[in-house]
């Protein structure tokens, strides 16, 4: 499975975006959990999900910089 592109997670509506940040987040902890019990198959999806996770982050951060800096814009 490739590495997700950014563009991807840019696409996505902010309702949409933060739904898909607690899907990858329950996600990394399943597979945490099986890698703690010895039940992961595949250990590279842990790279793919913290992966997935920060392009999730970055975009939100984005998004709520660019919105603080058009509300500091109209202030002045």
């Not at 595949?42 to 058009?70: C, F, M, N, Y």
């Amino acid at each position: 499975m490739p590495m997700p592109k950014i563009a991807d997670a840019r696409a996505l509506s902010d309702e949409e975006l933060s739904t898909e940040i607690l899907a990858v987040k329950k996600e990394l902890f399943e597979l945490r959990l099986q890698k703690a019990t010895r039940q992961l198959e595949g250990p590279h999806q842990i790279k793919l999900a913290k992966h997935r996770l920060a392009q999730l982050l970055t975009v939100e951060g984005e998004r709520s910089q660019a919105s603080q800096d058009s509300q500091a814009s109209e202030v002045l």
